[in-house]
């Protein structure tokens, strides 16, 4: 029987507060994990009462318990209850292998350069007038709107109808997933169905649910020296060991790795091959062939990340490394995310069936099922064309802005700068002569209202590199020419003209 008189103090409401009596609860919660007053693994009261106790309605204790579990704090199981999640345990042993503890690895995660540089990036682009480059998201202004209103007041009455309008619809799931694999099949030759695909919130969520079947602590995780940040920190939480692999103007070095699996115990191999983050440059194919036998013969698990692949501009996109017939060591990640704005949290992993269930099971974990109305307007935008349709119109729109801002980088830095025409992307990556510290121009260029990441933020080890990512995507022709203008003051002023 759970012992009622310890959650009176452990929670406590501000009944005149702004803030929901749900959320409230939810965070009080996640305060009493975090710093041990509950135990991972400790049952919760019933959601009747913890009502009953806190003077609430059961609707809002049972909403709090799915606000804390959608991050992981909790867990349900059928007929026993809700409980702390086991996965924030600390390790047993206190090895370098096991890894830090939870409160210590999330600390050290807020410390670095990415996520401390983040926190300037969302204070900034609240002023008015701030510019921001970002790392390549579309513009949220193309989306058609009449379109999206119309399929999602189609979905609406259907669910309604259908009596599924409820979150955690088996059937509008697998709607959703049929038509991704249609998709996949069609347009990246993809030999798969809906049993190969496990639906996810974001990029980020299929990374972890992916790490987390993979890999134990201690696995060496191999990934390309600038990568993406939230991927291997990803990895580092869980208690990896990252190793780097070296990049060229050809894409990922895939010569090095046989060496590096003979001297580490490589369980996996993270990869963005198609416009490698971030320098946009697509991997070979010779180079891709080749990583698929070394994934064999060393039987290592290739995570693809594969997050732009519908913005192409030259010639016809590479096919993932996951269409490939013979291969059996690659699990895909993919997004609608990019296509559709991050407004629409609809990203999705391609593995094996097996794997796929391991997969779901976590992500019911973590959490449950995902909005069965959204599962469906999408995957009619899919069957019926409007997708593809709308995917055409922007990237020729993007196409236009990507050579705007080249045209303008040009003026601006003229020799000082190399950029390369990518092949897609929504992202341009740029390089500077010694003549320029970016690290200088960064911090410059913030004094004068604009965002931009330095090149530094996209290397594992932390190491000086004097380059930048800017996205053209998400900015207007207008607006590419007052951030390059910005951009180009930034460095009058190091040089001391302003």
Same mark, same amino acid.
Request: glycine share 8%; aromatic share 8%.
């Given at each position: 029987?759970?012992?009622?008189?310890?959650?009176?103090?452990?929670?406590?409401?501000?009944?005149?507060?702004?803030?929901?009596?749900?959320?409230?609860?939810?965070?009080?919660?996640?305060?009493?994990?975090?710093?041990?007053?509950?135990?991972?693994?400790?049952?919760?009261?019933?959601?009747?009462?913890?009502?009953?106790?806190?003077?609430?309605?059961?609707?809002?204790?049972?909403?709090?318990?799915?606000?804390?579990?959608?991050?992981?704090?909790?867990?349900?199981?059928?007929?026993?209850?809700?409980?702390?999640?086991?996965?924030?345990?600390?390790?047993?042993?206190? /090895?370098?292998?096991?890894?830090?503890?939870?409160?210590?690895?999330?600390?050290?995660?807020?410390? /670095?350069?990415?996520?401390?540089?983040?926190?300037?990036?969302?204070?900034?682009?609240?002023?008015?007038?701030?510019?921001?480059?970002?790392?390549?998201?579309?513009?949220?202004?193309?989306?058609?709107?009449?379109?999206?209103?119309?399929?999602?007041?189609?979905?609406?009455?259907?669910?309604?109808?259908?009596?599924?309008?409820?979150?955690?619809?088996?059937?509008?799931?697998?709607?959703?997933?049929?038509?991704?694999?249609?998709?996949?099949?069609?347009?990246?030759?993809?030999?798969?169905?809906?049993?190969?695909?496990?639906?996810?919130?974001?990029?980020?969520?299929?990374?972890?649910?992916?790490?987390?079947?993979?890999?134990?602590?201690?696995?060496?995780?191999?990934?390309?020296?600038?990568?993406?940040?939230?991927?291997?920190?990803?990895?580092?939480?869980?208690?990896?060991?990252?190793?780097?692999?070296?990049?060229?103007?050809?894409?990922?070095?895939?010569?090095?790795?046989?060496?590096?699996?003979?001297?580490?115990?490589?369980?996996?191999?993270?990869?963005?091959?198609?416009?490698?983050?971030?320098?946009?440059?697509?991997?070979?194919?010779?180079?891709?062939?080749?990583?698929?036998?070394?994934?064999?013969?060393?039987?290592?698990?290739?995570?693809?990340?594969?997050?732009?692949?519908?913005?192409?501009?030259?010639?016809?996109?590479?096919?993932?490394?996951?269409?490939?017939?013979?291969?059996?060591?690659?699990?895909?990640?993919?997004?609608?995310?990019?296509?559709?704005?991050?407004?629409?949290?609809?990203?999705?992993?391609?593995?094996?069936?097996?794997?796929?269930?391991?997969?779901?099971?976590?992500?019911?974990?973590?959490?449950?099922?995902?909005?069965?109305?959204?599962?469906?307007?999408?995957?009619?935008?899919?069957?019926?064309?409007?997708?593809?349709?709308?995917?055409?119109?922007?990237?020729?729109?993007?196409?236009?802005?990507?050579? /705007?801002?080249?045209?303008?980088?040009?003026?601006?830095?003229?020799?000082?700068?190399?950029?390369?025409?990518?092949?897609?992307?929504?992202?341009?990556?740029?390089?500077?002569?010694?003549?320029?510290?970016?690290?200088?121009?960064?911090?410059?260029?913030?004094?004068?209202?604009?965002?931009?990441?330095?090149?530094?933020?996209?290397?594992?080890?932390?190491?000086?590199?004097?380059?930048?990512?800017?996205?053209?995507?998400?900015?207007?022709?207008?607006?590419?020419?007052?951030?390059?203008?910005?951009?180009?003051?930034?460095?009058?002023?190091?040089?001391?003209?302003?």
């Amino acid at each position: 029987m759970v012992q009622m008189r310890k959650w009176q103090p452990l929670l406590k409401l501000d009944r005149a507060g702004q803030r929901p009596s749900y959320r409230q609860i939810a965070e009080g919660l996640v305060a009493a994990i975090a710093d041990g007053r509950l135990r991972p693994g400790e049952l919760l009261p019933g959601s009747r009462e913890m009502a009953q106790l806190l003077k609430v309605n059961r609707k809002t204790v049972i909403l709090a318990y799915e606000e804390a579990a959608t991050k992981g704090w909790l867990h349900s199981e059928q007929r026993r209850g809700t409980f702390v999640s086991q996965h924030l345990a600390p390790a047993a042993s206190p /090895t370098p292998a096991a890894g830090p503890p939870f409160a210590l690895a999330l600390h050290e995660a807020l410390a /670095t350069p990415y996520f401390a540089h983040g926190e300037q990036v969302t204070a900034h682009c609240d002023r008015p007038g701030a510019l921001f480059f970002d790392n390549g998201t579309s513009d949220h202004r193309l989306l058609p709107q009449a379109v999206l209103h119309r399929y999602y007041r189609k979905a609406l009455r259907s669910s309604f109808a259908s009596n599924t309008v409820r979150h955690g619809s088996e059937s509008s799931s697998r709607y959703l997933r049929g038509a991704l694999a249609d998709m996949l099949r069609h347009q990246r030759g993809m030999n798969i169905g809906a049993e190969h695909i496990c639906l996810t919130q974001g990029v980020q969520m299929s990374l972890y649910l992916v790490a987390r079947a993979v890999l134990k602590p201690g696995d060496t995780v191999l990934i390309e020296r600038l990568s993406y940040p939230p991927a291997w920190e990803i990895f580092r939480q869980l208690g990896a060991r990252l190793v780097t692999v070296d990049l060229d103007e050809e894409g990922c070095r895939v010569d090095q790795v046989d060496a590096l699996c003979r001297l580490h115990n490589v369980r996996a191999m993270y990869i963005t091959p198609h416009h490698q983050f971030p320098t946009t440059v697509s991997l070979h194919a010779g180079r891709r062939q080749q990583l698929l036998e070394l994934a064999r013969q060393h039987a290592f698990c290739v995570i693809e990340e594969d997050y732009d692949h519908e913005f192409h501009y030259a010639g016809q996109p590479y096919p993932p490394l996951a269409s490939d017939r013979r291969q059996r060591h690659v699990i895909y990640v993919g997004s609608l995310s990019k296509a559709l704005g991050s407004t629409f949290r609809c990203s999705y992993i391609v593995a094996p069936p097996q794997v796929v269930e391991v997969l779901e099971r976590q992500a019911a974990v973590m959490l449950g099922q995902g909005d069965a109305v959204m599962q469906r307007m999408l995957a009619d935008l899919i069957i019926d064309g409007e997708l593809s349709k709308h995917l055409r119109r922007v990237c020729a729109e993007y196409r236009r802005r990507w050579e /705007t801002l080249a045209g303008c980088l040009r003026a601006a830095f003229g020799e000082r700068i190399v950029l390369r025409e990518p092949e897609g992307g929504q992202a341009l990556w740029v390089r500077f002569d010694d003549t320029i510290d970016v690290d200088q121009l960064v911090a410059h260029a913030l004094q004068l209202n604009l965002v931009v990441r330095s090149g530094r933020q996209f290397s594992p080890l932390g190491e000086r590199e004097n380059a930048l990512r800017l996205g053209f995507a998400s900015l207007s022709a207008e607006e590419i020419v007052q951030a390059t203008e910005r951009l180009g003051r930034a460095w009058g002023r190091m040089k001391g003209d302003d």
